[in-house]
Every structure is written in C-alpha cells, then in structure tokens.
C-alpha cells in the first residue's frame, strides 16, 4: 500500500497538476460540508417543532372550526358512507316510481323450425294428409318476429314499494342530518382538544420556567444560610416534576394533533395551526326554546318516523303477495315468415295485446311468513319510536343542564385562575423575605398550574356542551 502511494506522488510531483487534482477534491469536501451542516440545521428543527419529520414548503395552514366542518365533511368516512346511503335511497325510489309506469321494449327474434324435406309424389295433386313440417314448434318454418311491447304491471305491491322507497328516502336523509350533527360534535371536540393541548403546554412551559427560576432562589437563599438544604431539595424535586409534566403535555398536545389531522386532511398533513377562539363564549336560550326546536329540528326523531312508516309499507307490499296481480302487454310490430313490412301486397305490420290476472292460491306458507316478518318489523320500529321521544325529552335536559353549568362556572374559573397567580407571586415574595415555607410555595405553583388548566377545560367544556346540544336542536 505504501508503495503504491510513493507511486502516485512520483507520477504527479508537477505542482500544477497537483493543484489540478486538489481542486475538484476540495469543491467535494465543500459540497459536503454544506450538506452536512444542511442536514444538521434540518434535524435539529424538526426535533424543535417535536410535530412532523417532512419539512414545510410555507407557512402553516391556518384552520378555524368552520374550515375544519368543512374537511370534516369532504374526508370523514362515516358521515360519507350516511351520505352514500342517502344517494341509495334516492336511487331506489326512482326504481320503485319505474315499477308504477309502463314499460317499452323491443323484442327482435328469428326462430327456425325444421321442414319436412321433400315431398312425397302423391302430395304433388292432392295435400291432403301431406305434412307442412317434419318437428312442429311454431307458425311456420321461418318466422320473423320484431315487436314493440308495452307491458304494464298492476299489484298493491308496487304503490306500496313506492311509498316505502319514498318513506326510506326521509329515513336516510334524517340519519344523513344526524351523522353531520355527530361530525360537528366530533371535530368541536378534535379541535379544542388541540386548542386547550396548546394552552396545557403553554402552562406546562411557565411552571416549569417558574419551579427553574424557584431553585435557583433557594440555593442562592441556602448560600447565604438563609434557608436549609431541605428547601433546596424540595425545590429540585418540583422542578424534576414540572420537567416531566411540560414533557407529557408535550406529547398530549401532539397525540390531539394527530387526532385532528386524521379527520381533516387526505394525506396525513400535520403543518397547521388552529385558531384559539375560546374566548368569547357563545349566547345559551332558554330552556323553552331548546325544547321547542329539539322536537321540531330533530333528525333522530323524524329517522323513527321515517322508520315506522316504512315498516308499515312494507305490511302492505306483504299483503300484496296475497292478492291477485294484473299484467297488460301490448304488441305492435311484425310476426311473419318474412323479415318484411310486405309480402305479396300483403302488409305484415299488427297489433296484439295480452292481458294477464294471476291469482295466487298456494305457496306453502311463503306469503303469510312475509306477512308476519313485516309485522314485527313495524311493531319493532313503534317501539323505537317511542323510545326516541324518551330519549329527546332526556338528552335535551341534560345537555341544556351541562352547557348551563360550564357557562355559569367560567367565571368563576378565571377569577380562580387570577387569583392563583396572584398567590403564587405573594407566596414567592414571602418565602424570599422568610415568612413562609417551600411547601407554601410548591403548593402555590401547583394550585397555579390546576387553575388555568380548568380553566381551559372550562371553556372548552362549554363549546362540546352546545355542539352536544345542538345535535338535538340544530344551530341557535
């Protein structure tokens, strides 16, 4: 190996082409140590923001509830697959109203029947006797048939298919109203989750920046034989503890991170941003008022609805099946042993029609078991009728209950909020001068910490409560 290298520098001991050589060679080391310090500043950024490994090509997206409704709506599975089934429904009655109105078709066939063959001389004078074709199937060896047919079919069965597919259209689009109602309640809660995950961390952030700055009191406090040692200790320990509580509110801000973008976006974006409207609470109606619009606005009154009257349709369509059914058929076209309007002078076009009454006299039972299946169904869907008023009157008290409840407490939690803080700084104050102990000032910053993070539960409590209440009301 040595060798070879003595070589190489024996073959370009010429100066310039050693500067020839290093030049590229230090363009490389160039390159690289750029790239280097790229990939450095990209790794530390991306462990800063703690959110997304794929690096941003802008500012992030800024998002309100509005605009995270409307994601909501277009990248939500459930309420998709609701409205999907109302595209069905739709779809079926327009099947079920062509089932009331005649139909046309065109009927084109040639049918062949095979012929006698030759015939036997005494045929020649007389065709008494003789055959006219050798397998007898239809009205002549050749026959043409080309028709229109116009056929119309007359049964219970039929209104009554229509009126259920019309009932079921209602059914689907209240249970369409009900899963967009839930979606709201379900991004309300996604997104001041993340609202209040923020806010968590940003309390999380100041405690820990307090309990640094609390230690760094005590230990000049026990440097000047002020306080003891224990003071010291004790205030590590909280300090340790504010530390890994800012960690975990770290993580709990971006687990609702995550949560949310799952609901919004298609592809799994993370770089945005919602925005912190908690602070204006919205106006509450009376209790009068709830409850007149939950029993006029409520989707999962008018689905029970829409349920028992398709459920009593489909009695009817079950009777159906035990009476008799009217079929009337039209034709008009060609039906010839020539393919032709004419022949012979002879004009082939015509008319026949068929009526048809079937009446239904035995089917081992079939008819009756489909009677009595429909009539389960209805008494089924009557008591989930029922229920469903029960169920309105009791989640309208309750939902009005809590969002009464978290609107008259909010004032009661920022005045909390303020006056720990207010604590917290005195307590401090004190515990410098000597009048009070560590314990003193751990528990303020405790109590500190609990007070704004109700307060944040406070609001956002208050905004899932209407969005909650709403789902039985409609918007107020």
């Known amino acids: 190996m040595k060798r070879r290298q003595n070589n190489f520098l024996r073959v370009n001991k010429s100066p310039s082409h050693i500067e020839q050589c290093t030049q590229p060679l230090v363009f490389i080391l160039v390159l690289l140590a750029i790239g280097h310090s790229s990939f450095a500043q990209v790794t530390i950024t991306t462990q800063a923001q703690g959110v997304s490994a794929t690096p941003a090509s802008g500012p992030p997206l800024t998002i309100t509830l509005q605009d995270a409704l409307q994601r909501a709506r277009q990248n939500d599975s459930q309420y998709r697959a609701a409205i999907t089934d109302l595209g069905l429904a739709r779809e079926d009655r327009v099947q079920a109203r062509a089932g009331l109105l005649p139909n046309l078709n065109y009927n084109n066939s040639f049918i062949y029947t095979q012929g006698t063959g030759p015939l036997p001389a005494s045929c020649a004078t007389s065709t008494l006797g003789c055959p006219t074709s050798k397998f007898i199937a239809n009205n002549g060896v050749h026959e043409y048939i080309g028709q229109a047919d116009v056929h119309q079919a007359v049964s219970l069965t039929n209104f009554a298919d229509y009126r259920r597919t019309s009932a079921a259209l209602a059914q689907a689009r209240a249970k369409a109203e009900v899963a967009a109602r839930g979606l709201v309640v379900t991004v309300t809660q996604s997104y001041y989750g993340l609202v209040v995950a923020q806010r968590k961390y940003a309390t999380a952030q100041r405690a820990a920046a307090e309990a640094g700055r609390f230690l760094d ?260």
């Open 217 to 476: 009191v005590s230990q000049k406090l026990e440097s000047g034989g002020e306080v003891a040692h224990a003071d010291v200790i004790k205030a590590r320990i909280q300090a340790q503890q504010q530390q890994r509580d800012l960690r975990e509110t770290q993580l709990g801000m971006e687990r609702s991170r995550l949560d949310l973008a799952v609901l919004l976006f298609p592809d799994f974006n993370q770089d945005f941003a919602v925005v912190d409207d908690l602070q204006i609470p919205e106006p509450l109606p009376t209790f009068a008022e709830v409850e007149a619009a939950g029993k006029k606005n409520n989707p999962d009154l008018r689905a029970a609805l829409a349920a028992l009257e398709v459920a009593n349709h489909e009695v009817t369509a079950a009777w159906g099946g035990l009476l008799p059914t009217l079929g009337i058929d039209y034709f008009y076209g060609i039906d010839s042993n020539q393919f032709a309007i004419r022949t012979n002078g002879v004009r082939n076009l015509g008319y026949s029609a068929v009526a048809t009454l079937q009446i239904p006299i035995f089917s081992w039972g079939a008819d009756r078991s489909k009677l009595k299946q429909a009539e389960l169904r209805r008494d089924q869907a009557y008591v989930e009728l029922t229920f469903a008023q029960r169920q309105l009157l009791g989640h309208l008290r309750q939902f009005y209950g809590e969002a009464e409840a978290s609107r008259l407490e909010m004032e009661s939690l920022a005045s909390s909020a303020e006056l720990a803080a207010d604590s917290m700084r005195l307590t401090t104050l004190r515990y410098q001068a000597g009048e009070s102990t560590v314990l003193e000032v751990v528990d303020a910053q405790n109590t500190l910490t609990l007070a704004r993070n109700a307060y944040d539960d406070g609001q956002a409590r208050f905004r899932i409560a209407v969005a909650n209440l709403q789902t039985m009301t409609g918007n107020f």
